[in-house]
């Protein structure tokens, strides 16, 4: 198995060992109590998935991103893990793409809340500018 979008399958307590998983997309995936024993995740991508029970001896996690992922640390017994990463840099990437759309949501806020103010001192004044009217005509 290559390339596949597998994310979010239940493989809760299927027996995938030996399986080839490379490249496959496996975010959210719920692979607990799994068997994965001599699997190939060169490059998968684990993001956010339950490997908590999961047999990983023998396992291939090279360049896999196990972003958030659930592990329990007693599954790991001989997991070759030569450059697993959490995807650090895309992750920054994301939050300084969020510091920036929170920031324009607040300056629109913010031009809104003076916007509203101008409104509201218009209109009060044009209910004095009545209520005087009123008063001068007929008072």
């Not at 991508?45 to 908590?52: E, I, P, T, V």
């Not at 329990?72 to 920036?100: F, G, M, P, S």
């Not at 324009?104 to 031009?111: F, G």
């Amino acid at each position: 198995m290559m390339d596949l979008d597998l994310s979010q399958v239940d493989f809760s307590g299927v027996d995938l060992s030996g399986a080839n998983l490379q490249n496959a997309n496996l975010r959210y995936a719920n692979l607990r109590d799994a068997d994965l024993s001599g699997a190939n995740l060169y490059n998968a991508d684990l993001s956010f998935a339950d490997l908590r029970g999961v047999d990983l001896s023998n396992v291939n996690l090279t360049s896999a991103k196990v972003y958030k992922a659930k592990f329990e640390e007693k599954a790991a017994e001989r997991v070759q893990l030569a450059e697993v990463t959490d995807d650090a840099e895309d992750t920054a990437r994301e939050v300084t793409k969020i510091q920036y759309i929170l920031t324009e949501v607040e300056e629109k806020q913010e031009r809104r809340r003076h916007l509203t103010l101008i409104v509201v001192a218009f209109l009060d004044l044009f209910i004095l500018a009545g209520i005087l009217y009123l008063i001068f005509f007929y008072g």
